[in-house]
């Protein structure tokens, strides 16, 4: 572990056991994986001797709801990216979450980030399977491919600050098994060197439309058509239940240009915010 992990949640909790006297408190400090008491002291709390919180810098990150703390080598540092917008991973229940300048990129409504993306790699993978993962974000849907049994995983994102912030995040760190394999660059461009047929399953989680229309053209669902085996499945998340549910011409859009590519099997999955296809 890097370090220490703290949230508004976990700081309460540290500051209501000071509150009553208590010589120790439980506590997740790698983000909701595990637990273990931590000592206290009527100055604040102790998470070893080199990382000591005291009790302002824990009523700080107490107020700050949407941010997590990384506490190591005696710092405490918010873990954001602002030198190219606004990058940061946001505390939930379960796995963090990623937000891009107040953009949400996971479901996270009534689930959890990593629950929701393994119900995706589910409409996709089987066990054996080589999967693409495009646009992987944290990779919590290549890890769920990986777990599910897939032979290899190929996970491609552009954005250096998202792979530096998942770096940083203990839910992605089996991004480093066997079996899976990390590369950062443009989707649309990268699977255009991919040989065809070459793998069973497609997880496409792109950023929104107006961010990378190109990954939402006919252009680049034919060469996930091309890399795909005969009968290997897509799943394309595309956002926004409403729209999903209801129609629009958007999500219309996707199923006509999937339709065009070659896909058959096109399907709405509502809970999901996505679209599945079969070659």
């Known amino acids: 572990m890097l370090g220490y992990y703290l949230d508004s949640i976990n700081a309460r909790q540290a500051l209501e056991a000071i509150a009553k006297g208590l010589s120790s408190v439980r506590l997740s400090t790698d983000l909701n994986i595990s637990e273990r008491d931590f000592f206290l002291s009527e100055q604040g709390l102790v998470l070893d001797d080199d990382n000591r919180l005291s009790i302002a810098e824990l009523k700080k990150i107490a107020k ?135 793998f069973d399953a497609v997880i496409h989680d792109p950023p929104r439309f107006s961010l990378a229309g190109e990954l939402y053209s006919e252009v680049f669902y034919r060469e996930i058509f091309r890399v795909l085996r005969p009968g290997g499945r897509l799943f394309h998340y595309t956002g926004n239940p409403h729209v999903v549910r209801k129609g629009s011409s958007f999500v219309d859009g996707v199923i006509r240009r999937l339709k065009a590519a070659g896909f058959r099997q096109v399907k709405k999955v509502e809970h999901l915010m996505g679209v599945s296809a079969q070659k």
Not at 144 to 169: C, D, F, K
Request: include cysteine; charged fraction near 20%.
């Open 64 to 198: 700050k709801t949407q941010r997590i703390y990384l506490c190591s080598d005696g710092d405490m540092v918010p873990l954001e990216d602002r030198s190219s917008g606004y990058y940061k991973l946001v505390p939930t229940s379960g796995a963090p979450l990623l937000e891009i300048s107040g953009v949400k990129m996971h479901i996270s409504k009534g689930t959890d980030p990593f629950v929701s993306a393994s119900e995706m790699a589910k409409q996709a993978v089987s066990k054996g399977d080589r999967v693409l993962d495009c646009c992987s974000g944290l990779g919590y849907a290549a890890i769920a491919a990986h777990r599910l049994g897939a032979s290899e995983v190929l996970t491609i994102e552009l954005s250096p600050e998202v792979m530096g912030l998942r770096a940083q995040n203990p839910w992605s760190n089996d991004l480093d098994k066997e079996g899976i394999v990390q590369r950062q660059g443009s989707s649309f461009e990268l699977i255009t060197s991919m040989p065809k047929i070459s």
